[in-house]
């Protein structure tokens, strides 16, 4: 039987991977030891071996655990029979299928990960895009053996296709609908791509000296302190019932908008994907300090979005038609 495998090497991978199988023949899921990845994964009952680690801010060290990893991996996976590993900007994973000979699939939305795109881009067979991306920056870190499709839509619609907003995350968290809903979810301060000091402290006093008997839920990154721990949770559900999500990263704003939450990214660099979703006014963005300046008083009482998932291409639906390419290569 045909065996795909699935390497989840970010925490959001977990949403965009949960319902894979029903796109590709028995899947095999591998996972870094990277929060909230091991969390998520309990809790969404998936089942994956958990691999190796993240390597930090520092670049030597990025080198080193990412060198474990592909040792650990690729003895791993070696005891397996596996037809295509497909993944979502894994450096360790692209190297192991073109170590091994395996076909690969690589899902790409960030074209600001350079240095990481510099690495899984040339190793793979066909590399699966936004639309948003041009495909002249894709072909910068993409040479010409490999083939690129690309889908209308954004990889996030994978991640909130059919999800319905459970109320039952509020009781978790013990918020009151009756009170206005923030959540807020700082700067990447791990991405290579992330050089400028956090603005999270500000952004959060300023909010609750606007908003009276808000509740904000804080979602914490590695590598930034909190004072409260929260336990894994369905933040899908937890978006579809704030009155404001904002992030200082993309994957979590992109998954609100989706849901017709109102979603605001103060990321600096915004993403073509962002820009996308801003073109079809669902996202807003103040980059930078520009979030500072912004009315909160005003933004609690914005109306939600009226938006579906079927307005968009689902990335795994070309994912058929790269097994084909792959094939045709391969002269089957």
């Known amino acids: 039987m045909p065996k795909t495998w699935i390497d989840i090497f970010n925490g959001p991978h977990v949403h965009f991977f949960q319902h894979v199988g029903k796109y590709v023949d028995n899947p095999l899921l591998t996972a870094r030891n990277y929060k909230p990845i091991p969390e998520l994964l309990k809790l969404y009952k998936m089942r994956a071996s958990v691999i190796g680690d993240h390597g930090g801010k ?43 000979g395996i ?10 990960m350079v240095p990481q795109n510099m690495l899984v881009c040339p190793l793979s067979n066909v590399l699966i895009a936004p639309i948003a991306i041009n495909q002249y920056v894709l072909r910068n870190f993409t040479p010409s053996h490999v083939s690129i499709l690309q889908f209308d839509g954004v990889c996030e619609v994978a991640n909130v296709h059919d999800h319905k ?9 013990g918020l009151d609908s009756s009170n206005p809903i923030v959540v807020f979810r700082g700067e ?5 791509y992330h050089s400028t000091d956090s603005l999270s402290k500000t952004i959060v006093q300023n909010i609750k000296k606007a908003i009276p008997r808000v509740q904000i839920v804080q979602i914490g990154r590695e590598g ?12 899908r559900s937890l978006f ?21 939450s109102n979603a605001i990214t103060y990321f600096n660099k915004p993403l073509a994907v962002d820009r996308y979703l801003m073109e079809k ?16 008083a005003k933004e609690i009482r914005r109306k939600r979005n009226i938006i579906s998932t079927n307005d968009f291409e689902h990335p795994f639906e070309l994912l058929s038609k790269a097994k084909k390419l792959i094939q045709l290569r391969n002269g089957k």
């Open 188 to 192: 990447p301060l791990l991405a290579s």
């Open 58 to 100: 520092d670049e030597f060290d990025k080198l080193l655990v990412s060198s474990r990893r592909v040792m650990a991996l690729g003895r791993h996976i070696h005891k397996q029979k596996i037809d295509l590993v497909v993944h979502k900007h894994s450096v360790e994973a692209a190297r192991i299928a073109w170590g091994m």
């Open 240 to 260: 579809y019932h704030a009155d404001i999500v904002i992030s200082g990263g993309g994957t979590m704003t992109r998954e609100a908008s989706l849901l017709g």
């Open 224 to 235: 930034e302190p909190l004072r409260h721990h929260i336990p894994a949770f369905d933040a």
């Open 103 to 112: 076909p690969s699939v690589s899902f790409i939305d960030n074209e600001l």
């Open 165 to 173: 907003g459970d109320e039952r995350v509020l009781k978790v968290l």
């Open 281 to 296: 006014g669902i996202l807003r963005s103040y980059p930078g300090e520009d979030i500072l300046k912004v009315n909160w």
